[in-house]
């Protein structure tokens, strides 16, 4: 690797690219990128890709990388490298592949996205939070960012719901999930400083959950349809909690306490559904008005007009409805303990 490094350095040095290798870079073999749905390269350090060979090879790797870089990223293909005829053919990471008719390996340059890689934010994040930081970052606990985190979440469900009739939020939901993963970044960050546990901890526990809990995907377990993998989804989560010590015989528990009640009451009826104390078809059909003021074809928009409306009227009554149904869904569960 660092004779390609040392070559390509070289060459690019004598091309319009102004590639410095100096303050460090990745190489990875095409063959080997090829294999991954998602590049695991840091977007802002350069990238050079040895032994492209073949024009089929140049664009399975283009279909890898265009899952993190835009497809108009400037990459530069090194040409036969380290002989008489070698050359250098600038391009764009969607028509590399239709550059060069590669008759002998070649090198593919990618020149770095400053402040795009993940490590960028980590860096931010870590600065934020060191004595010549800021002070609102300083004085964060885990505790108090609970509200951040939930504040956050709300505001990319905004983002997404804005998409209603067809309209582009895209800038405006890229946005919010930065400032999710942002807050995530930043209590990750407060944990490493206790000694409690570091990202590279976070991140190998859910790849390793996420093996674990698709059998079918990763090992030799055979499922047919969504029902049969959420069901051995659950069975894999209790083979889990029984492996910590966590077991608990309460069919209802499990349900996030800090959520809004909506989301809340809508877990825990699928809780109850799944463990037999709830017949949801039932109690849908418990009061008959209800179907009658949502129509024929009820959809998104009319559910949510009622609900508006019960807001209102929980107002007008002198009621929260946010608190009236936390504090049934209390209620429920006491009566099923």
Not at 301 to 329: C, F, K, M, P, S
Request: some cysteine; glycine content about 6%.
């Amino acid at each position: 690797m660092q004779a390609i490094a040392a070559i390509a350095s070289q060459i690019l040095s004598q091309s319009d690219f102004a590639a410095d290798l100096t303050a460090g870079f990745q190489c990875v073999s095409a063959r080997h990128l090829a294999r991954q749905h998602y590049p695991q390269v840091d977007l802002s350090l350069p990238l050079l890709i040895g032994d492209v060979d073949a024009a089929d090879l140049a664009s399975k790797i283009k279909t890898t990388l265009r899952f993190a870089y835009p497809a108009d990223h400037p990459v530069a293909l090194l040409c036969d490298p380290g002989s008489g005829a070698q050359s250098v053919i600038a391009s764009t990471l969607a028509a590399f592949d239709q550059a060069a008719n590669f008759d002998a390996p070649g090198i593919l340059y990618l020149p770095p996205i400053p402040a795009a890689g993940f490590t960028a934010l980590q860096a931010i994040v870590a600065h934020l939070r060191a004595p010549e930081g800021c002070p609102w970052d300083r004085a964060q606990t885990l505790q108090s960012m609970r509200h951040d985190l939930l504040s956050e979440c709300s505001e990319v469900l905004e983002a997404i719901d804005a998409e209603a009739h067809n309209l582009d939020n895209s800038v405006h939901i890229a946005e919010e999930l930065g400032d999710l993963l942002m807050a995530a970044t930043l209590m990750i960050q407060i944990a490493t400083e206790a000694g409690r546990f570091q990202m590279a901890d976070v991140i190998n526990g859910v790849v390793t959950k996420l093996i674990r809990r698709h059998p079918h995907v990763f090992g030799e377990t055979t499922l047919d349809g969504v029902q049969h993998v959420l069901a051995n989804w659950e069975a894999i989560k209790t083979q889990e909690k029984i492996a910590k010590g966590q077991i608990n015989d309460h069919p209802l528990a499990g349900v996030p306490a800090p959520l809004p009640a909506l989301e809340k009451a809508r877990q825990l009826q699928s809780k109850a559904a799944k463990a037999g104390l709830l017949d949801r078809a039932a109690l849908a059909q418990m009061t008959p008005a209800l179907k009658i003021v949502l129509g024929s074809t009820p959809g998104e928009q009319q559910l949510g007009e009622l609900l508006w409306q019960l807001v209102a009227l929980a107002t007008e009554l002198g009621l929260n409805a946010e608190d009236a149904l936390r504090h049934y869904i209390v209620q429920y569960r006491q009566q099923t303990i």
